[in-house]
């Protein structure tokens, strides 16, 4: 019992690891301190919450009723603790891709934070500073929404439909700001703070010009790295056809179709033609991708040789019976005659037909002993059951099996 | 003997295919690009050209550049297409060019010699490949329009022709084909013949897009 309780202890003991969520509120910064630490992530929240507000309210009231200056940094103190957290806390392991919720609004409110310090403005600019108190402030808020809206909420899936009006208001209330205040410097001669206007002014210019740009410009990076990879692949495919592909056939057409060295370097062949062409083939998951699948697997443990040819389209494997009928004859037609297969599958809107032929010795379909299940039982039985048909054919130039399968008709 | 120009641009398959063939045709030489090959078959006159459908040099359109090229000489030359690539666009491209037959680098050098002999004698050579992909390309599995009434038709396949090209796709040889249908083998390859004229002469745009469509498998 102790035994079995101690693991137990020591894993409680154990504090999760210091990690920031992938969908989070703000910064998933009190949902990892609270699980790290074993506290409701609201109540860690909360606290962080109550202590940015009491020191924003200190700091305002200390500036406007003191004119001290100083109060602005400690009343900043919670918000740099948090931003602290959340540059250095990892995020949680994903993949690199996923995108990033958060539950705030956090360009909105940002641009709300810009719009309550420029309320302040007809308070401050009484006060004896150099530069009114909010303005500079209120102007980093309202760059820090747009910059916010074109990184953060642009990849957000919930924020990209409203992250460009966010943008666009802030880019308008940092022009009007400035205008504002530059009216009030020239009114009061205020060199600095003229300057300081003029800034704010061509911020809000550059927030409506620059994102676009941006966006547009790594969409076109990316763009040509794409071009790029497609080009160079079509390269190496083309270079790969005229030069390893053409080996191998020539290998296989020296060394004989039944040879050990030619089903190697035919199974070779096909391994690379599903590589350089792959996702070419519109119908994969169908029954010829299905027969090639077998073929490719057969070549490779008999010694064959299968052509599969197809027609028509099937979007589908049509029955598991026609598919596993068809790969026993395929196996038989490897394991008993060997040499050149063909494989024939046609679809038309009525049956599915499907063909397999080997130049064997053939055998007499009617002396194979009861024992042996192979086609009685796998081939015919198994499309009878499916309202299908099978019939083999066999002499001595080899041996045919063919299977159909009305479509529409099956259960 | 059957006087052949083999036409490829890698110099072992030459060499390799040279020595299989062995004593069955008389190879006149061979050629490893577009330009050079139609030099060569403008003045040796071969009875065949083994073609490879992947050529550089020239304007880049490969065997069937060839074929195009040497178009005036198709009365006495035949090509044969020779190659690895089983795409639709290079198989129906370079028949389409006036080659009379595919056969892929794969095959032996008795099964070459003997389609050689077929070519030279003006009949055709499909593989099943190439059967299916007739079949596939007139849209005989899809149902659409019923068969032919007379084997004149251009854009479609006779029943007769249908049932041949299936037999073909099968893995059957002309001489099977034969016993199967009841019909003589010249009759065979009567029609296999008529599918190549119509292959090469029908102007369904559609052949063209089926083949674009299919690209390389």
Redesign the interface.
Do not use: M, Q, W
């Given at each position: 019992m102790t035994a079995a309780a101690h693991p137990d202890a020591a894993a409680a003991r154990v504090r999760p690891p210091l990690v920031r969520p992938r969908e989070v509120v703000l910064g998933g910064v009190s949902t990892a301190l609270g699980r790290h630490l074993g506290a409701r992530p609201e109540v860690v929240r909360i606290l962080f919450a109550a202590v940015t507000l009491a020191g924003g309210a200190y700091a305002v009231a200390a500036v406007l009723l003191a004119g001290n200056l100083f109060a602005e940094a400690i009343g900043a103190a919670p918000v740099l603790l948090y931003l602290w957290f959340w540059a250095l806390v990892p995020r949680e392991a994903g993949t690199p891709d996923a995108p990033r919720t958060r539950r705030v609004p956090v360009a909105a409110v940002l641009l709300g934070i810009a719009g309550g310090l420029a309320l302040l403005l007809p308070f401050t600019w009484r006060l004896d500073q150099p530069v009114p108190l909010g303005l500079v402030e209120s102007a980093a808020a309202a760059v820090l929404a747009i910059v916010w809206a074109t990184t953060a909420d642009a990849r957000d899936p919930q924020r990209a439909a409203s992250a460009p009006v966010v943008r666009s208001l802030a880019a308008g209330f940092l022009a009007l700001l400035g205008l504002a205040v530059l009216l009030g410097a020239f009114v009061g001669s205020r060199t600095l703070v003229a300057i300081v206007a003029v800034t704010v002014v061509l911020l809000g210019a550059a927030a409506f010009v620059l994102p676009p740009l941006i966006a547009r410009w790594n969409a076109r990076a990316a763009e040509r790295a794409a071009l790029a990879r497609e080009e160079q692949r079509s390269e190496i495919a083309a270079h790969l056809h005229d030069s390893v592909l053409q080996t191998l056939a020539i290998i296989q057409n020296r060394a004989g179709a039944g040879s050990e060295i030619a089903r190697i370097a035919r199974a070779q062949e096909r391994e690379l033609r599903d590589w350089l062409f792959a996702g070419t083939d519109p119908f994969a998951g169908d029954l010829a991708t299905e027969l090639r699948t077998m073929a490719r697997e057969l070549e490779l443990a008999y010694a064959v040789r299968i052509e599969v040819v197809t027609v028509g389209e099937v979007s589908e494997v049509e029955s598991a019976a026609l598919a596993g009928a068809a790969r026993e004859a395929l196996v038989n037609a490897a394991r008993h005659a060997g040499g050149d297969v063909t494989v024939y599958a046609e679809a038309t809107p009525d049956t599915v037909e499907v063909f397999v032929r080997d130049r064997g010795a053939g055998f007499d379909p009617d002396a194979v002993p009861d024992g042996r299940l192979g086609i009685r039982e796998s081939i015919v039985g198994r499309m009878t059951r499916a309202g299908g048909t099978a019939a083999v054919e066999s002499g001595p130039e080899g041996t045919e099996v063919r299977i159909a399968l009305p479509r529409g008709g099956r259960a | 003997m059957t006087r052949v120009l083999i036409v490829d641009?890698?110099s072992?398959?030459r060499t390799?295919?040279r020595t299989?063939l062995g004593d069955a045709v008389e190879v006149l030489g061979e050629a490893g690009d577009v330009d050079a090959a139609v030099a060569a078959i403008a003045e040796l006159r071969p009875e065949v050209v083994l073609l490879d459908v992947?050529l550089p040099g020239g304007a880049g359109g490969g065997g069937a550049e060839v074929v195009r090229r040497s178009a005036a000489l198709l009365g006495e030359v035949r090509f044969l297409a020779l190659s690895?690539?089983?795409s639709a666009e290079d198989v129906v491209g370079v028949i389409r060019a006036g080659a009379r037959g595919y056969i892929?680098?794969?095959?032996?050098?008795v099964e070459v010699a003997a389609a050689v002999a077929t070519v030279a004698a003006g009949d055709a050579v499909f593989s099943?490949?190439l059967?299916?992909f007739v079949?596939?390309a007139f849209g005989?599995?899809?149902?659409a329009p019923a068969v032919a009434a007379s084997d004149d038709e251009l854009d479609r396949l006779s029943a007769r022709e249908q049932e041949v090209m299936?037999l073909i796709?099968?893995?059957?040889a002309y001489k099977?084909v034969a016993s199967h249908l009841y019909i003589s083998i010249k009759t065979v390859e009567t029609h296999v013949s008529s599918v190549l004229r119509k292959l090469q002469l029908s102007s369904r745009h559609e052949l063209t897009a089926w083949a674009l469509?299919r690209?390389?498998?």
């Open positions: - | 641009d890698h072992i398959f390799g295919l299989d992947h690895v690539s089983d892929t680098k794969a095959t032996s050098g099943p490949r059967a299916g079949l596939d005989t599995a899809a149902g299936r796709a099968r893995g059957y099977e469509e690209r390389l498998l």
